[in-house]
């Protein structure tokens, strides 16, 4: 039979147990788990042209109704894009080489679940149209775990106008780094106090650098940030 101190031994060491899963191991887990955001779990890391090419990769995400997401951008001082058409195609044009602003330029489009983007906004820097920030969104089909409408974006820097390296088009080129475009951006907003919750969902990108559909470089930490809207 086991003796007395062998079952105090075994009782101990059971009860060291219970105490590392119930209180270091499972607590661990759920953070992790709530801050995965299985919403997400489905969603592609890069978008896609018109042609089927990749696109600008996704970086950002808010979870709040469009309302929200409008109002959040214009308090921090982002423009919606207009539409593109002929009239917008040679406004942008003609203010990138006569070095004229034009706050809401048009955005090209991107396509994500089958889809052009469902908003853009951007951020002028200087004057003129060839340097810019900018973000594109998506509605997931998935809810927030708050119930929230749930987008995700894709933000980058134009550099510079030029011809595209696939097409030989005109178009913006982007900086590489996207990850401080999606700082800039979350950085933004955060600073008008409408942001309940910034959550870093880590390791979204599995593919952290390739190239766009403009054939221009990004790199990215695999990092997707995640802004909740407060209501």
Known sequence: MMSYRNLLTLAIAALVVWAAVAYLLMPAWWERYTRRHPALDDVPGITQTGSGIPGDPLNVALAGTEQQVQAIFTAAKWNPADPLSLKSDVEIAAGAVLDRPYADAPVSNLYLFGRKEDLA???????????????????????????????????????????????????????????????????????????????????????????????????????????????
């Open 121 to 231: 906004f951007e951020q002028a820097v200087g004057s003129s149209p060839r340097e810019r920030h900018h973000v594109r969104f998506w509605r997931t089909p998935k809810a927030h775990a708050s119930g929230a409408p749930l987008w995700i974006g894709s933000a980058s820097f134009d550099r510079s106008v030029g011809l595209s390296y696939t097409t030989g088009q005109i178009t913006h080129h982007i900086a590489a780094d996207i990850d401080a475009e999606r700082n800039h951006v979350i950085a933004s907003l955060n600073a008008t106090g409408k942001l309940a919750d910034i959550v870093p969902v880590e390791d979204f990108h599995a593919v952290r650098e390739g190239r766009n559909g403009g054939g221009d470089t990004w790199h990215t930490d695999g990092t997707l940030v995640l802004g909740v809207i407060s209501d």
